[in-house]
Nanobody, 125 residues
Framework: QVHLVESGGGLVQAGGSLRLSCVAS????????MGWFRQAPGKEREFVAA????????NYADSVKGRFTISRDNAKNTVYLQMNSLRAEDTAVYYC??????????????????WGQGTQVTISS
């Protein structure tokens, strides 16, 4: 079992930056693939970024490429999402997720077994 807790959300102006963190419980964090998803009001949950267990493979949604960076620190059981050049359309609840296979990145919500409670990100234009 993996318990995930996100933090770092908030209200920022367009063009600003935020760094989200997701801390995982359990000694097997380093073997899990991790992902960030987001869900805006009235919309489906969508993929943002993913990273494999080593951190050597990363994948991004086209809408965030060049602006967001996913990283992980296995010694701290933490995955990060650095978000720069934020836009109003980035407003959503952001969720981190963990999946057991770990060796490749995955972009579909159903492929992840564990989810955090989410953190709100609001961008004012």
């Amino acid at each position: 079992q993996v318990h995930l807790v996100e933090s770092g959300g908030g209200l920022v102006q367009a063009g600003g930056s935020l760094r989200l963190s997701c801390v995982a419980s359990g000694r097997t964090f380093s073997t899990y693939g991790m992902g960030w998803f987001r869900q805006a009001p009235g919309k489906e949950r969508e993929f943002v970024a993913a990273i494999n267990w080593t951190g050597g493979t990363r994948n991004y949604a086209d809408s965030v490429k060049g602006r967001f960076t996913i990283s992980r620190d296995n010694a701290k059981n933490t995955v990060y999402l650095q978000m720069n050049s934020l836009r109003a359309e980035d407003t959503a609840v952001y969720y981190c997720a963990a999946e057991k296979t770990g060796w490749m990145t995955k972009s579909a919500p159903y492929e992840y077994e564990y989810w955090g409670q989410g953190t709100q990100v609001t961008i004012s234009s």
